[in-house]
């Protein structure tokens, strides 16, 4: 029951961009085309999930025991950073093209907020309906894939509404950026409506 | 010396993070439900960016270019660690409000983004009065966008209410309001102020 209400939540809930305001400038980057808004959330998805397995047992084993949890943020973000690096080397091998739409925004999941929040709101959230308070391994790891799919699915929504949003002539100080973030704002009141369903 | 004051100032208009450059959205639109709250977010972020801004540009000759982000990264997370010390210590009910964000900053892409384009080719002076100008364009812009939020939301002003009770349009301190405002301030700031 946990893990339902921990997916529910992470999902459509506290949705991770339009709710918890993480990971907006790649939102607001790449959500030009349907294709790159995918493959930009399935790379932040993998990241996530795995940042999240590492921090975990390195907050677990090496930060608590010896007292230096004061140390989290450096310690995370170097782990984040190297995997990225990892990820981006793998994916130049495995699939060019996808590493070439990717472009600069895979570099970029390093400074992608969403990938240290999510792994510092696992160490020191509480969720009322986890009993205990905090997050299990098991519970952590699908906290962050689901998680990464509310991003996914927020940024897939997006990317066709902005798809649309091109064809259409706005005024000339709406275009751009401007337009796109009302439309996000709109997005969110829809959302809002999930608010209250599990606390 | 008006070279330095132009750093400043360049820092409030041209080079606003926030409705120019696009920089730092995350805490921009989470930490502005009201005008206090925006004020110290931003007050924050220019603590940590004139430091590290002032240690990067002390340090960027003897680093290395392949692991120079890494460096910076890790320069950026120990001024951000030394914040959440200060801020509990003598702030302890802000850096509750502000939470997640506070260690958030260490990837605030303003930060990293000035250390990149700015610290690592110029002197130890001239990087403070630009991570000084960055950070205060920051922190007007957060203190505006609270500052409205706080009106259409909450019927107050820097905790001043001037409504009387509790009427305000809860949408706007909540999250749609927050994309909502920022868009809006966005085209007025296109209309008035940017010079094409």
Known sequence: ?199 | MSNKFKLITDGLVKNNPTFVLLLGMCPTLATTTSAINGLSMGLATLFVLVLSNMAISAIAPVVPDKVHIPVYIVVIATFVTLLQFLMQAYTPAMYETLGLFIPLIVVNCIVLGRAEAFANKHGVLESACDGLGVGLGFTCSLTVLGLVREILGSGSAFGFNFIGGNDGMLAFVMAPGAFLCLGYLMVLFNKYLKKN
């Open chain 1, 1 to 199: 029951m946990e893990y339902f209400l921990i997916i529910i939540s992470a999902i459509f809930v506290n949705n991770i961009v339009l709710a918890q305001f993480l990971g907006i400038c790649p939102f607001l980057g790449v959500s030009n085309k349907l294709s790159t808004a995918t493959g930009m959330s399935m790379a932040v998805c993998f990241v996530i999930t795995l940042a999240t397995l590492v921090t975990y047992l390195i907050n677990q084993y090496l930060l608590v025991p010896f007292g230096i949890t004061f140390l989290q943020t450096i310690a995370f973000i170097l782990v984040i950073a190297a995997l990225v690096q990892m990820v981006e080397i793998v994916l130049k091998k495995v699939s060019p093209s996808l590493y070439q739409a990717l472009g600069i925004f895979l570099p970029l999941i390093t400074t992608n907020c969403a990938v240290l929040g999510v792994a510092i709101n696992v160490e020191t959230k509480e969720f009322a309906f986890v009993p205990g308070g905090m997050l299990n391994l098991g519970q952590a790891l699908v906290y962050a894939f689901a998680t990464s799919l509310g991003y996914g699915l927020a940024m897939v929504i997006f990317a066709g509404i902005r798809e649309h949003l091109a064809l259409n002539n706005v005024p000339k100080a709406f275009k751009g950026v401007p337009i796109a973030i009302i439309s996000v704002g709109i997005l969110a009141l829809a959302f809002m409506g999930f608010s209250g369903m599990v606390k």
